[in-house]
């Protein structure tokens, strides 16, 4: 712990838990957000004005531009596994640390995944929608007919921790696990993911009876799924992404999802969220949620202190666990 005098500044730049806030006030004195209000860059750069750190969440973009105006900043922690938002080469340049909060989300955000998959192929979401709107007269026999998954072909696209987990949830359902990634997963990995086996990606879109999503965001995996990939797609598949919404080309997307060249898709995340696409709106063949893959307790919690505790460790003169550069 460090005496007031000799500790330094933190931005904590978006709301969080109190007992968050206490741990990180014996190191820093702390500016807080607790109205949980989105800086605006001009606003965050003015906030970081003398501060040595800041936590924060993927709405926080750090740039040159905000590092040439923040000279004394020394570490920016995200409180998420994705870290698209930090501009990596300009965080070295400028000698400033930046860290990730990742595991610690792994099993929840594959829990999630599975439950927009289910929602997705059992036609739940939509199924209650017309429940509520007062449409039930009678059982019929084909009332809502989905896809099964068991024993169906589960696809995964980015086979990092996550997508193993999600692989790994796939052994109850008796279903078939191919994967494609940048590179092909040792063989433990490989037969602990439910034999995962390795295809090419445009195997992957064809033969995938249902397709996860979980690679991560960069410039190179923009629109890596688009009208193409989605033409490559079985008509009774569900394509589920949990990852980041610019892997998907939203547009192309809605049109397969019209034109039921898929059967359905199960959104946690979307190209410029908190807006989306209105179309998703008039389409009953998606299940749409905010961003909420990793939102259990427990587990936003443990976000939470991984991030605070990289913050920490910089400050102690300690290598941050989750260092990215
Ligand atoms: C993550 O951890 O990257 C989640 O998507 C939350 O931002």
Known sequence: MLNAQSKPNLLVARAIFPEILEKLSDYFVLETNQEDRIFPSQELVQRLQGKFG???TSSAKVNSELLNACPELRIVSTLAVGYDNFDLAACSEAGVLATNAPDVLNETTADFAWALLMAAARRVTESEHWLRAGKWEKWSIDCFLGADLHGSTLGILGMGRIGQAVARRSI???????????SRLGP???DASNNAEYVSKQDLFAQADHLVIVVPYSPEAHHLVGAGELAMMKPSACLVNVARGGIVDDVALIAALKEKKIAAAGLDV????PRFHPDFLELENVVLTP???SASRKTRLAMAHRAADNLIAAVSGRMPLDLLN
């Open 172 to 182: 109850g359902f008796g279903m078939k696990v191919i994967y494609h990634n940048r």
């Open 291 to 293: 961003h909420i893959a």
């Open 188 to 190: 433990e990995i490989e």
């Open 54 to 56: 800041m936590l924060c």
């Open 270 to 273: 979307f190209e410029n969220e």
